[in-house]
């Protein structure tokens, strides 16, 4: 139990509807990432949010868009979903140090048809 | 080439055998995680390092800040140690990067 929650848990969608994803941090972590995984393969890093300010992002289009709330929960938006959307999205929190551990949530699983 | 590598891709054993996972990167780090992915996709965090040395019970985890290595050891496996272990690396940068290398999946025989 890492104290992150993410949800739904599961979702379909068709190519061209949005998605938005929810995530709620461990009590205390201002800062949460997000990521991508396509089935058998490693995480990819999508963007980091501290402080409700975007501060890193990976090579993804801008349709993928966050925002972090002042209790520190997030939300990943993707726009005119693609088939290659296709994934298990992981958000995981942290404190906002180089040496911070990361928490991860059990991932919300988007399957775009 | 990644960033992050990690061999081998894919491990096999019987149960009881001393298991060990590589991980060598390429960029200056601030922390290195192994993290433990079982199916159904939900990671745990096993260790976090920048320097030397940490075990947590049959976990051991090690790692060399100048050859830009780290490795993983299980002693006395067992079945459920089955799962995929990933490296992945707080790159040193303003923005914190965490770079994933793409998973060791380890299956334990009885």
């Known amino acids: 139990e890492t104290g992150v929650t993410q949800s739904p848990t599961h979702l379909i969608k068709t190519r061209g509807q949005q998605v938005t994803l929810r995530c709620s941090s461990q009590?205390?972590?201002?800062?949460v990432s997000w990521y991508q995984q396509a089935l058998g393969q490693g995480p990819q890093f999508i963007f980091q949010y501290y402080r409700e300010e975007e501060n890193g992002r990976g090579n993804f289009p801008p349709r993928f868009s966050g925002l972090q709330f002042p209790n520190y929960s997030s939300e990943l938006n993707v726009n005119a979903l693609e088939l290659d959307d296709s994934a298990l999205y992981l958000c995981?929190?942290?404190?906002?140090?180089?040496?911070?551990?990361?928490?991860f949530g059990e991932g919300s699983r988007l399957t775009v048809l | 080439k990644n960033e992050v590598e990690q061999s081998p891709q894919n491990l096999t054993a019987q149960e009881g055998e001393f298991i060990t996972i590589n991980c060598s990167y390429s960029v200056g780090i601030s922390a290195l995680h192994w993290l433990q992915q079982h199916p159904g996709g939900g990671i745990v965090s096993l260790f976090m390092?920048?320097?030397g040395k940490k075990k947590h019970g049959r976990l051991i985890a090690t790692i060399n800040i100048q050859e830009k290595h780290s490795s993983l050891h299980i002693t006395a496996s067992h079945p459920r140690d089955s799962a995929v272990y990933i490296c992945?690396?707080?790159?040193?940068?303003?923005?914190?990067?965490?770079?994933f290398g793409k998973g060791t999946r380890l299956h334990i025989l009885p």
């Open positions: 992945a690396v707080r790159r040193v940068n303003r923005d914190d990067k965490i770079i």
């Open positions: 995981a929190s942290s404190t906002k140090t180089s040496a911070g551990e990361l928490f």
């Open positions: 390092l920048s320097s």
């Open positions: 009590s205390g972590h201002n800062t």
